[in-house]
T-cell receptor, first 115, second 114 residues
């Protein structure tokens, strides 16, 4: 079955350390997205990518970095510059150009706790 | 920049009754798509319904329907015959056809009263 996998489900890090969240999809989707979810804040867009080797900043990109070296993979690095990194992170993918009515397919999320 | 606003942080409805969740958006684009997603306590996001901005007819999916008012930039979700399983966070989302950016509102937590 096709799907989108985020790992790990729970991640703990010490303040000042960079950490990378994994996101892999086998749906053959071109577009991939990273969101951060905090209570009362909804889903806020961090970065997104429409094609391999290209990505765009979302609304809250500061302190985060991404890469898109393969169509299937879109890892997110939370750097030490991110002031409040503890949150629930959701990765999603979708068909794109010509299929904008296609929904997002979401992973199960990663809960990152930084102390 | 586009924005999505959900003005109701929480709502409650009696089982079997009808409830409407509001969503407004702001954009200068003419080509876009709108979605409602549901997030139950499992936190898995589930598509509820979608609407193409170029379509005048309101989308319907079983007990779920939308009231899409393009001029008013309004996209409300109506849930008929509410069921206990409808209890969840509901998010309104906007997808730009220009740059493929997808943004969400802050969500409405829906409680179903037995």
């Amino acid at each position: 079955d096709g799907g989108i996998t985020q790992s790990p489900k729970y991640l703990f890090r010490k303040e000042g350390q960079n950490v990378t969240l994994s996101c892999e999809q086998n749906l053959n989707h071109d577009a991939m997205y990273w969101y951060r979810q905090d209570p009362g804040q909804g889903l806020r867009l961090i970065y997104y990518s429409q094609i391999v080797n290209d990505f765009q900043k979302g609304d809250i990109a500061e302190g985060y970095s991404v890469s898109r070296e393969k169509k299937e993979s879109f890892p997110l690095t939370v750097t030490s510059a991110q002031k409040n990194p503890t949150a629930f992170y959701l990765c999603a993918s979708s068909l794109t150009t010509g299929a904008y009515n296609s929904p997002l397919h979401f992973g199960n999320g990663t809960r990152l706790t930084v102390t | 920049a586009q924005t999505v606003t959900q003005s109701q942080p929480e709502m409650s409805v009696q089982e079997a009754e009808t409830v409407t969740l509001s969503c407004t958006y702001d954009t200068s684009e003419s080509d876009y798509y709108l979605f409602w997603y549901k997030q139950p306590p499992s936190r898995q996001m589930i598509l509820v319904i979608r609407q193409e901005a170029y379509k005048q007819q309101n989308a319907t999916e079983n007990r779920f329907s939308v009231n899409f008012q393009k001029a008013a930039k309004s996209f409300s979700l109506k849930i008929s015959d509410s069921q206990l399983g409808d209890a969840a966070m509901y998010f309104c989302a906007y997808r730009s056809a220009r740059d493929d950016k997808i943004i969400f509102g802050k969500g409405t937590r829906l409680h179903i009263l037995p």
